[in-house]
Antibody, heavy 118, light 110 residues
Framework: EVQLVESGGGLVQPGGSLRLSCAAS????????MSWVRQAPGKGLEWVAT????????FYVDSVKGRFTISRDNARNSLDLQMNSLRAEDTAVFYC???????????WGQGTMVTVSS | QAGLTQPPSVSKGLRQTATLTCTGN????????AAWLQQHQGHPPKLLSY???NRPSGISERFSASRSGDTASLTITGLQPEDEAEYYC???????????FGGGTTLTVL
C-alpha cells in the first residue's frame, strides 16, 4: 500500500521554526518528484514547494522563499520541510504530495496541522 | 503567484451531468495542461485526471476531463450523492516555474 505519512506539525509562536517530515512507503520514492501543499482552515489548496528526484531542482511559492527549505533523503524514503520565521498566515494543514511523472499531484498524505499563534 | 479561475459553486440534480471549468493562460493550462482533484470534507485531495484527459487507475469512467485552449473542463456524468465535494484544478506554470491551483468549485448534488 502506498503511504505518505507526515509528522512534525504543532503550535508555534510567530517568528518560530518547525520542521515537517514525510515518510514514504509502498512506492519507489527515488523516482518521484515531491511537493508540499498546504490548506489554510476553510480555504483552498496552495502549493508550497517542489523538488525533483535528486534534489537538483527546487521551487517555492513566493510567500515562503527565503523562509522554507525543502529537502529529501532517498535512502530513507523521506521528505522534509524546514520552516523558519513562521507567520500567522502560514497556519494550515500541510500535505506531503508525490508526483510519479512530475506532471500531477497523484499521491497525498493525510496532512499535518501547523498553527502559528501567540 | 496568480491562480487558475474556477466558479465557486455548481449545483446539479441526482443522475444529471455537471461540467466544471478551470481557466488559466498559455503559460499553465495552455502549456502542459491541467489536472483535477476531488476533496471531501476532512480528507486529503484525490487525483481524478492529469495531463488534460488521462484518468488514474481506479477512477470512475463517470469522470472525464478535457481542454480547449487555456480552459480545462471536468465532466461528471450520472451524478451520485458521493460526488458532492470540492473540486480543484492544478497546472504547472512554465513562466512562473510554480504550480498553480484554482480556487476550487463546490459541487452540490440536489
Amino acid at each position: 500500500e502506498v503511504q505518505l505519512v507526515e509528522s512534525g506539525g504543532g503550535l508555534v509562536q510567530p517568528g518560530g521554526s518547525l520542521r515537517l517530515s514525510c515518510a514514504a512507503s509502498g512506492l519507489t520514492f527515488g523516482i518521484y518528484w515531491m511537493s508540499w501543499v498546504r490548506q489554510a482552515p476553510g480555504k483552498g489548496l496552495e502549493w508550497v514547494a517542489t523538488m525533483n528526484q535528486d534534489g537538483s531542482d527546487k521551487f517555492y511559492v513566493d510567500s515562503v522563499k527565503g523562509r522554507f527549505t525543502i529537502s529529501r533523503d532517498n535512502a530513507r524514503n523521506s521528505l522534509d520541510l524546514q520552516m523558519n520565521s513562521l507567520r500567522a498566515e502560514d497556519t494550515a494543514v500541510f500535505y506531503c504530495v508525490g508526483e510519479e511523472k512530475g506532471d500531477a499531484f497523484d499521491t497525498w498524505g493525510q496532512g499535518t496541522m501547523v498553527t502559528v499563534s501567540s | 503567484q496568480a491562480g487558475l479561475t474556477q466558479p465557486p459553486s455548481v449545483s446539479k440534480g441526482l443522475r444529471q451531468t455537471a461540467t466544471l471549468t478551470c481557466t488559466g493562460n498559455s503559460n499553465n493550462v495552455g502549456y502542459q495542461g491541467a489536472a483535477w482533484l476531488q476533496q471531501h470534507q476532512g480528507h486529503p485531495p484525490k487525483l481524478l485526471s492529469y495531463r488534460n484527459t488521462n484518468r488514474p487507475s481506479g477512477i470512475s469512467e463517470r469522470f472525464s476531463a478535457s481542454r480547449s485552449g487555456d480552459t480545462a473542463s471536468l465532466t461528471i456524468t450520472g451524478l451520485q450523492p458521493e460526488d458532492e465535494a470540492e473540486y480543484y484544478c492544478s497546472a504547472w506554470d512554465g513562466r512562473l516555474r510554480a504550480w498553480v491551483f484554482g480556487g476550487g468549485t463546490t459541487l452540490t448534488v440536489l
